[in-house]
């Protein structure tokens, strides 16, 4: 089985700087791929970067980046210079090595608010 | 490019009534997959549909069914409401002729509110 843990329910940046939000998860499969979604009140989950178990560098994505330590299980994802438009809940998932089956755990997710 | 639509964005329903929700995946997707995100909560997944067959289903009980029409939209359909089944439903599409680089896309999901 596995298993997504994001810890912090609530995260506050100040506009322009850099924010990391944390994600653990656990799992027994040696591939897998780690994700991060974005999603703004309006509901809709905005896929914002992918990480595969296997990638030696880490993933970037414009202004993210995931920060994946594998040894630790973690896949934190940091996003640089944070703009207003970034307020938003975040979700880390994870999914397993089944190539078209893509079935995502998700964690509990981290609510973003940039302040001006 | 049209992308995953569903309908209705809002609805309120009563305690034993049954609700269908509905989905059209993006252009050129050929799955669907249904979540259950309640406040609070990260998306659980209820089933996923291809070639109009349920080929994989989460933790959900009989009352959630679905369908997927040659055209691969999807519905939900939820039996005997419960006042725990207030969530957003959010529906995901995605091609299994693609490997994992076939991103997954959402809808911007149904909130269904039972009374």
């Known amino acids: 089985a596995q298993k997504i843990t994001q810890t912090q329910p609530g995260m506050f940046v100040q506009e322009k700087e850099a924010v990391t939000l944390d994600c653990t998860y656990d799992?027994?499969?040696?591939?897998?791929?780690l994700f991060w979604y974005k999603q703004p009140s309006s509901g809709e989950m905005i896929f914002l970067i992918y990480?595969?178990?296997?990638?030696?560098q880490n993933a970037t994505e414009g202004r993210y980046s995931l920060n994946f330590q594998k040894a630790r299980k973690s896949a934190n994802l940091v996003i640089s210079a944070s703009q207003l438009g970034d307020s938003a809940m975040y979700f880390c998932?994870?999914?397993?090595?089944?190539?078209?089956?893509?079935?995502?755990?998700f964690g509990r997710g981290t609510s973003l608010i940039v302040h001006p | 490019d049209a992308g995953v639509t569903q309908s209705p964005t809002h609805l309120i329903k009563t305690r034993g009534q049954q609700v269908t929700l509905r989905c059209s995946p993006k252009?050129?997707?050929?799955?669907v997959s249904w979540y259950q995100q309640a406040l609070g909560q990260g998306p659980q997944f209820i089933f996923q549909y291809y070639e109009e067959e349920e080929r994989q289903r989460g933790n959900f009980p009989d009352r959630f069914s679905g369908h997927q029409f040659p055209n691969y939209s999807s519905e939900l359909n939820v039996n005997a409401l419960l006042l725990g089944d207030s969530a957003l439903y959010l529906c995901?599409?995605?091609?299994?002729?693609?490997?994992?680089?076939?991103?997954?896309?959402f809808g911007e999901g149904s909130r269904l509110t039972v009374l």
């Open positions: 799992t027994s499969d040696q591939s897998y791929g």
């Open positions: 995901a599409s995605s091609s299994l002729l693609l490997d994992w680089d076939g991103e997954l896309f």
């Open positions: 998932a994870m999914r397993p090595p089944s190539g078209g089956s893509y079935i995502p755990t």
């Open positions: 252009s050129g997707h050929d799955t």
């Open positions: 990480q595969g178990s296997y990638d030696e």
